[in-house]
């Protein structure tokens, strides 16, 4: 089975590292990015699992690549979890509608992180699952 | 009067020579017998008719002279009374007379004393006018000089009073607008008042309260203009609107008065405020977040080996002192505003600070290959200050300076004494996004970001601020900036030389 692609991005530098040590320690892929333009075009070409954003980076920021990604036919279903120092930053609505996994506030816990990524993943999973069902019992 | 009575003596004289001349030729006429007749009858009764005659006679001449002396004294009254209207009337020997004058003398007594009480009224009155429109002339001037736009409208919503501000605001010379509809004279984009002005009144509120946002005219344009509203209204102002009803006394509206407080300033330092708190607690948790992290990460053992833990409680380290330094600048500069800084200045060469400083930088202009130009040796560049401070001060406008450089970029600090003005220079020149012209004034501001920049680095927008009070506030220096966008920018300051007694000391 191989293992699944995170996409860590972050400006700051610790942050990326502590989050790829944790994802790797448990049996992830990483691939990392230090803003959203760079991250957009990472995800291009590595097609990652899920993505990992921060909110506020230089350049552009996790909303901007978030918004970018839906509008990529390739990428419209990339889960994405937003960590971001500012609570209030994000309306429930909005959220929804760019269709964002998980908003974590900082300072958050790396462990907690990993659970949201297995849960997210895992439910894809289950849903990728019954969908395969339903088109073979159709057929 | 003498007149009157010599006439009444005269006619009256005339009148009994006629009566006597006329009873003597009826008795020649009437003939000797009737003559006799008559002869023999006063022969007769002659005393007593004459006695009667006589008594009669003085009787009407008694009574004629009474009337005349009655219309002489009445004469004599109104003539007094007329050049003399508080004058009194002496008293008469005659009784009707005397009951007259005393009446009258009474009534001109009320009269007197009625006029003296309306003559203190209207004296009253006259001071109570000129006080009122003292009052009213003082209220005006203090309207006018209120800075605050000021609209006195009546029940109609016609204009009443307009200070200066309130004509400025809408466009209206108050002078030409007196009485008319105030929907008239506020531009159709200002209508918003006219009707909470009008809602107000109607709802008979005592007090209305509500801020209205209003695209304030540039002041070189006409008040009646074709120009589009787009180009016209520039500048979005924030006003706080304050409607208060004015009553009658059968409690009535009989007017309004609105206040407009311009609060745009207010709403922008209250913006400024928010974007800090939200800055400063992304700061603040950003190593936080880090800190957090590393030592759940050591604290759940996946650290495997001695150099990762390193490494982890290095960060965490790191991060610490990330966080102290930021929570200093926030205390550092709410100390200097407020005088509370404790200062320990000393002579330092500024050369040699620098050089400190730029080893800190480094590494962070390395991770961007930003090349730092140094400056070239001086040979005394030494200033009386706080090393601590000028450190934060050299150390913030090289790191503005790395964060805004673009990769492969140049970062170039200079120092140059100025023997004339007694003064070292420092400037910080990079070759970064640069400012905008509209917005460069404004860089050393508190919590103030340059909008087109915020997203090129992370910054709280407390660090050019740090550095201004530092200078200017603590050692009596000077700021500067020179900016072009797209080329870079200059940031430096002016501190004055050290004197050589305070350098020996």
């Keep these: 089975m191989t293992s699944k692609r995170v996409l860590v991005v972050d400006d700051e530098i610790h942050i990326v590292h502590i989050v790829a040590i944790k994802l790797r320690n448990n049996g992830y892929d990483v691939v990392t990015a230090g803003n959203g333009a760079e991250a957009f075009k990472i995800a291009c070409e590595e097609k990652p699992d899920i993505i990992v954003t921060d909110y506020q980076m230089p350049l552009m ?43 974590i506030s900082k300072p958050f816990s790396p462990k907690e ?27 | 009067m003498k007149f009157g009575r010599n ?31 008559f002869v023999f009858f006063m022969q007769r009764w002659g005393p007593v008719a004459l006695v009667c005659y006589i008594a009669a006679a003085v009787g009407v001449i008694w009574l004629g002279w009474c009337w005349i002396k009655l219309a002489g004294t009445i004469t004599s009254m109104a ?10 009337i002496k008293p008469d020997r005659n009784v009707v007379i005397n009951d007259l004058s005393e009446a009258i003398n009474e009534r001109i007594e009320s009269y007197v004393h009625y006029i003296a009480q309306l003559e203190k009224q209207v004296k009253d009155l006259q001071i109570q006018i000129q006080l009122s429109q003292r009052r009213g002339k003082n209220t005006e001037a203090i309207i006018y000089s209120i800075r605050d736009a000021v609209i006195v409208v009546d029940e109609f919503d016609k204009l009443l009073m307009a200070n200066e501000a309130a004509g400025r605001l809408f466009n209206f010379d108050f002078a030409g607008s007196r009485h008319k509809p105030i929907g008239e004279l506020v531009e159709p984009g200002k209508s918003e008042f006219v009707d909470i002005l009008r809602h107000s009144r109607q709802s008979k509120a005592r007090a209305t309260r509500k801020e209205i946002e209003f695209l304030k005219a540039c002041p070189e344009q006409p008040v009646v203009s074709e120009v589009e509203p787009s180009r016209r209204d520039a500048e979005p102002k924030t006003y706080n609107c304050i ?41 603040l948790k950003t190593p936080l977040a880090s800190i957090t992290a590393y030592s759940e990460m050591l604290a759940d053992g996946e650290a495997n080996d001695e150099q990762r833990m390193k490494e982890f409680c290095s960060v965490i380290q790191s991060q610490a002192k990330r966080l102290n330094r930021l929570i200093e600048d926030i205390l550092n500069i709410s100390r200097i505003e407020s005088g509370l800084i404790k200062v320990e200045k000393k002579p330092i060469s500024l050369t040699i600070l620098i050089e400190e400083q730029l080893q800190m930088i480094k590494s962070a202009a390395s991770e961007k290959n930003i090349e730092i130009i140094r400056q070239k040796p001086i040979v005394f560049d030494q200033v009386y200050a706080d090393k ?12 503005n300076a790395v964060k805004y450089t673009s990769a492969g970029g140049k970062v170039m600090i200079e120092t140059e004494v100025d023997e004339t003005a007694n003064l070292v220079r420092v400037s910080v020149t ?3 996004v640069g400012i905008p012209e509209d917005e460069i004034e404004r860089v050393f501001d508190k919590f103030y970001r340059i909008g087109a920049n915020k997203k090129q680095a992370k910054g709280t927008g407390l660090g050019l601020n740090l550095v201004k009070q530092i200078v200017e506030k603590v050692h009596d220096g000077r700021v500067f900036v020179t900016s072009k966008v797209g080329v870079g920018s200059t940031f430096g300051f002016e501190l004055p030389l050290a004197t050589p007694e305070a350098v020996k000391a």
């Excluded at chain 2, 006629?18 to 009826?26: K, P």
Aim: proline share 1%; aromatic share 4%; charged share 25%.
């Design chain 1, 113 to 139: 992180l990993l659970e949201n990524i297995e849960d997210i993943l895992y439910q894809r999973e289950l849903v990728g699952h019954s969908a395969e069902l339903g088109r073979s019992l159709d057929s």
């Design chain 2, 7 to 37: 006439l009444y003596a005269i006619v009256t004289g005339i009148v009994l020579c006629c009566l006597i001349i006329g009873g003597l030729s009826e008795w020649q006429d009437s003939g000797a017998e009737e003559g006799w007749r």
């Design chain 2, 79 to 88: 003539r007094h009374l007329r050049q003399d209207k508080s004058a009194h």
């Design chain 2, 243 to 283: 409607i208060s009803c004015v009553y009658d006394q059968d409690q009535q509206v009989c007017g309004t008065v609105a206040v407009l407080h311009d609060i745009t300033r207010e709403k922008q330092i209250q913006q400024m405020k928010n974007d800090f708190v939200s800055h400063v607690s992304h700061e």
């Design chain 2, 430 to 432: 990079d070759s970064g």
């Design chain 2, 388 to 399: 601590d401070m000028i450190s934060q001060v050299i150390v913030n406008l090289l790191s």
């Design chain 1, 61 to 103: 920021s996790g909303l901007e690549l978030v918004e970018k990604l839906r509008g990529s036919e390739a990428m419209r279903d990339i889960p994405v979890i937003l960590l971001t120092a500012r609570n209030f930053a994000i309306e429930d609505k909005q959220k929804e509608d760019l269709g964002i996994s998980q908003c």
